[in-house]
Each structure stands twice: as structure tokens, then as C-alpha cells.
């Protein structure tokens, strides 16, 4: 009788093939080859002659996976770690800023009815929506700019609530409601008010200059950068002299600017003037009738003239049998400069130009007649470097002394200087001034490497230029 080791026939591996191609379990085949032939095949037999034969078995037989054995381990609980609680998210507020239009050169802004508020001592204004023209308009700062058009009625409506086409005919800067109000809800307002009076010309109302000076302290809670934009706009002003004064008269300036108040408390050293505040205004206005030379207003000058002395205060000095001295104030003067300007979030390099005026804003003074050397014309235009038309400017408008006579002599010495200056700038190019020997040139004829040797010894070179003038290299 056939059994498991009994050997294929030709029929069987016929039937296997079309058994593998019909899809059955290697179980199934076997038992149905058993039966059709008598035979006593087993799977591990079956499986061995359709790898033989070449049969392609669609139904593959089931993988047996031999599953780890899992070992449990006791361990005891990890310990209760006390987490602080989750942090509540504060849903973040809208930015409300207005849509703007333009139109040829003017710049529409068009926003809902708002008002901004300053709470307690925050630096942060909160917006709030109203639901009036009215009210926005009472939440103005001024009542020039509190009026307005209806324009979604068949006729256009004028809206003025707190008459500010006459305040604006008559050029006087009210307030809608309380000026302590008006302030209250944004104190850079105050700052406004003497913006307005520099750009337009226009006056303040008593009630509101009493306002400004009763809560100048609160212009402490605004930003340096929103104070020093309106700080701009006043410097950059037609009369910078009305906003400066108002600014110093209300106590405001203190509270950003205190250089400038102290001024007053100084007399010039010269008698000239009631005190030094007084001439440094006069500065700035006299240094704005030279901004041409610039090519129009110009802010730096404008900051140089304002804080060209305001290192007197800290220098000055009693000389016997009268009088007052401020040696190096300009020294004190231009530290001063820097550190203040900082604080204003002014760019470093206005800082520097101003502040580098301030320290050459005096220099002049030791011209004389004309007694200067040629090597020390040289030094005062490389000091100056891109400046120096600056200088010129700042140099003259320092020049307020009432004696016609001696403005005139002053003048006349600065003519002379500016003269010398175009002469040797034609013949020796003085603002590229370079020794006749560049680093290259150096190193090769000391023999030494690029380092602080080649330095000092171009250092040297630069002051025999200065000197003397072109040497030439074979000197």
C-alpha cells in the first residue's frame, strides 16, 4: 500500500500544480491527493515536492511566529512629582490699526470710531471701540482736529461739537473737554501741543498750558521712541525756538531733556547774554539761517546748535574778581551728548555726528587772526572729516555777541579759515589725507608683518603729513 515515502507519479505532480494554482492550503492538497490516489502524504512531503516540481503556490501556508516570552517585573510607583499648574492662555488682542488710502500726496486713514487710554502707569495705550462720532470726537486732543463730514446722508453734514473751526481760525490749541482729560488719555499730547505751536504757529490756551505743567509727570509713562519722534518734529520745525521754550517753561523738557532747562541757571561766560540758555537758542536759529550750506533743514546741525553747551553747568567755575569759566565744556559737553541721545533712541550715527560736533564746536576759537599753522588747518579738517561744512555752520552761528565790531572781526577770521581751507584742499586734497606710504609700502620697508608696528609706524607717517604736507615716498 502506497504511504508518505512512496515516490510521485507524474499524475500526482499534474494535480499539485493545478491544486497550488487554485489557491488551497498545503493541508487541503495533501488530503485530496491521499484520496483520489490511496496515498498517505503529509504536508511537510507536500510542501517538499511543489518546491521541487516548480509549483507556484498562491496560497501560501500560514507563518508560525514563536512569541517571546514576556517577563513582569515589579517595580515600585516613581514618586509624585508636585507640577505647577498649567498656565492660563490670555486670548491676545487685536491689533487695531487703520486702513490708509492714498490720494495724489495726501495719505487717508480711515478707522471705526476709537479712542486710546492710557491706564494707571502702563506704557501700553488700550483701544476701545465707541459707537458715536461724537464721542469719538470728544476723545480728541485737540479741537482742531475734532471735527468732522458726514458723508452717508443725502447732504453732507458738518460735524463741529466743541467749535473747532474757530479755535482753528483764531490758530489756539483747546482741548474738547479737560485738558486733564485730553491728557490723561494719552500724555504725549502734551508733547503735541508744543509740536503744533513750533509747526503752525499756533498759541496754547492758558487752561491748557496749566495742564501741561500741573502733569508733565506723566509724560514719564510714554516711550522713548514716541517721545523722541515728537522731539523731531519740533527740532524739525519752522520755529523750533517756540516749542523748545514751551517745553522748558511747562516743566516737559525735565522730564526727557533736563540738559536744556539747566542751561538757564548758567551766564554766559562773556556777559553777553542773561544766560546761556537764551544764547543757545539763539544758536539754533542762527544755524538754521545757514542750512543752504546743507542743502535745507538739517536735524543734525539743529541738535548740535541746542546741546553744542550744555556741558557748562558741570564745568562751570568762579574766577577771582568776577566772572565764570567753562574750561573743556565741550569735552563734558559731547559725553553728555552721546549718552542722552542714546536714551532718545536716536541712530548711532546722528549720536556720533552731534556728539563729535559738540567736541569740535570750539576749536575755532584758537584761530585768532590767522595765527594757525598750515599742519594745524590740516588737523582741523581731518578732525572734521565729512562734518566740516557742519562745523562751519555751527562755528558761525556760536557767534551772538551784540558788539557789531567784534561779530564782524569774528566773521571776518572764519572767512580767512575757510579760505586757507579751499587753498589747501585744491593742492593737497586735504579730505584724503594719507601718509605717502600705505600699509604694503610699511611692512616691506620694516621687514615685519601686519600688526600693531605697522600701525603705529602709519600713525607716525600721518602726523608728518599733517605737518609738513606731502613729503613724497622718497622722503
Same mark, same amino acid.
Given at each position: 500500500m502506497?504511504?508518505?515515502? @512512496? &515516490?510521485?507519479?507524474?499524475?500526482?505532480?499534474?494535480?499539485?500544480?493545478?491544486?497550488?494554482?487554485?489557491?488551497? @492550503?498545503?493541508?487541503?492538497?495533501?488530503?485530496?491527493?491521499?484520496?483520489?490516489?490511496?496515498?498517505?502524504?503529509?504536508?511537510?512531503?507536500?510542501?517538499?515536492?511543489?518546491?521541487?516540481?516548480?509549483a507556484k503556490w498562491l496560497g501560501r501556508p500560514p507563518v508560525q511566529v514563536k512569541r517571546p516570552t514576556t517577563i513582569l517585573k515589579v517595580e515600585p510607583p516613581p514618586p509624585v512629582v508636585n507640577l505647577p499648574a498649567p498656565k492660563k492662555e490670555t486670548p491676545k488682542k487685536p491689533v487695531l490699526k487703520p486702513i490708509k488710502s492714498i490720494f495724489g500726496d495726501i495719505v487717508f486713514e480711515i478707522t471705526t470710531y476709537r479712542s486710546e487710554v492710557y491706564v494707571s502707569e502702563s506704557r501700553k495705550p488700550e483701544v476701545k471701540f465707541g459707537?458715536?462720532?461724537?464721542?469719538?470726537?470728544?476723545?480728541?486732543?485737540?479741537?482742531?482736529?475734532?471735527? &468732522?463730514?458726514?458723508?452717508?446722508?443725502?447732504?453732507?453734514?458738518?460735524?463741529?461739537?466743541?467749535?473747532?473751526?474757530?479755535?482753528?481760525?483764531?490758530?489756539?490749541?483747546?482741548?474738547?473737554?479737560?485738558?486733564?482729560?485730553?491728557?490723561?488719555?494719552?500724555?504725549?499730547?502734551?508733547?503735541? &501741543?508744543?509740536?503744533?505751536?513750533?509747526?503752525?504757529?499756533?498759541?496754547?490756551?492758558?487752561?491748557?498750558?496749566?495742564?501741561?505743567?500741573?502733569?508733565?509727570?506723566?509724560?514719564?509713562?510714554?516711550?522713548?521712541?514716541?517721545?523722541?519722534?515728537?522731539?523731531?518734529?519740533?527740532?524739525?520745525?519752522?520755529? =523750533?525756538?517756540?516749542?523748545?521754550?514751551?517745553?522748558?517753561? @511747562?516743566?516737559?523738557?525735565?522730564?526727557?531733556? =533736563?540738559?536744556i532747562p539747566k542751561l538757564r541757571l548758567e551766564i554766559d561766560e562773556h556777559h553777553h547774554h542773561k544766560d546761556v540758555y537764551e544764547h543757545t537758542l539763539t544758536v539754533v536759529e542762527q544755524s538754521m539761517a545757514l542750512e543752504e550750506r546743507l542743502g535745507g533743514p538739517n536735524l543734525v546741525i539743529r541738535l548740535a546748535a541746542l546741546l553744542h553747551d550744555i556741558g557748562k553747568p558741570k564745568t562751570r567755575a568762579l574766577i577771582d574778581g568776577g566772572g565764570v569759566s567753562f574750561h573743556h565744556h565741550e569735552v563734558v559737553g559731547a559725553r553728555m551728548t552721546k549718552e542722552r541721545l542714546k536714551k532718545l533712541r536716536f541712530e548711532h550715527q546722528v549720536v556720533e555726528d552731534v556728539a563729535q560736533l559738540v567736541f569740535l564746536h570750539l576749536r575755532f576759537h584758537g584761530y585768532g587772526g590767522g595765527e594757525w599753522t598750515d599742519s594745524a588747518v590740516r588737523r582741523y579738517v581731518r578732525d572734521a572729516g565729512d562734518l566740516l561744512t557742519h562745523l562751519h555752520v555751527l562755528t558761525r552761528a556760536d557767534c551772538t555777541t551784540r558788539n557789531k565790531k567784534k561779530a564782524?572781526?569774528?566773521?571776518?577770521?572764519?572767512?580767512?579759515?575757510?579760505a586757507r581751507i579751499?587753498?589747501?584742499?585744491?593742492?593737497?586734497?586735504? %579730505?584724503?589725507?594719507?601718509?605717502?606710504?600705505?600699509?604694503? &609700502?610699511?611692512?616691506?620697508? %620694516?621687514?615685519?608683518?601686519?600688526? =600693531?608696528?605697522?600701525?603705529?609706524?602709519?600713525?607716525?607717517?600721518?602726523?608728518?603729513?599733517?605737518?609738513?604736507?606731502?613729503?613724497?615716498?622718497?622722503?
Open positions: 502506497p504511504n508518505q515515502y @512512496t &515516490a510521485w507519479t507524474d499524475v500526482e505532480d499534474e494535480m499539485l500544480k493545478e491544486l497550488a494554482e487554485e489557491g488551497c @492550503t498545503l493541508n487541503e492538497a495533501a488530503a485530496r491527493l491521499n484520496a483520489k490516489f490511496g496515498t498517505e502524504r503529509t504536508r511537510n512531503s507536500t510542501v517538499s515536492r511543489a518546491k521541487r516540481i516548480g459707537d458715536s462720532i461724537e464721542v469719538d470726537l470728544y476723545r480728541r486732543d485737540f479741537t482742531v482736529n475734532a471735527m &468732522a463730514i458726514e458723508l452717508t446722508t443725502e447732504e453732507p453734514e458738518f460735524i463741529d461739537p466743541h467749535n473747532g473751526v474757530r479755535d482753528l481760525l483764531v490758530k489756539t490749541l483747546r482741548t474738547p473737554g479737560s485738558p486733564e482729560l485730553s491728557f490723561g488719555d494719552d500724555p504725549l499730547r502734551m508733547l503735541r &501741543a508744543a509740536r503744533f505751536a513750533a509747526q503752525l504757529g499756533f498759541a496754547i490756551a492758558p487752561e491748557v498750558l496749566t495742564a501741561m505743567s500741573e502733569m508733565a509727570g506723566r509724560l514719564e509713562i510714554i516711550s522713548a521712541e514716541r517721545i523722541h519722534d515728537e522731539f523731531v518734529k519740533i527740532m524739525m520745525s519752522p520755529s =523750533p525756538r517756540i516749542g523748545i521754550t514751551t517745553l522748558v517753561d @511747562t516743566g516737559l523738557c525735565e522730564k526727557f531733556l =533736563p540738559e564782524e572781526s569774528l566773521a571776518s577770521n572764519y572767512d580767512h579759515l575757510e579751499a587753498a589747501l584742499m585744491e593742492e593737497e586734497e586735504l %579730505l584724503k589725507i594719507r601718509p605717502d606710504l600705505d600699509g604694503h &609700502a610699511i611692512m616691506e620697508i %620694516l621687514g615685519v608683518k601686519a600688526g =600693531p608696528i605697522v600701525g603705529k609706524a602709519y600713525e607716525f607717517l600721518l602726523e608728518l603729513r599733517l605737518e609738513h604736507g606731502p613729503l613724497g615716498e622718497a622722503r
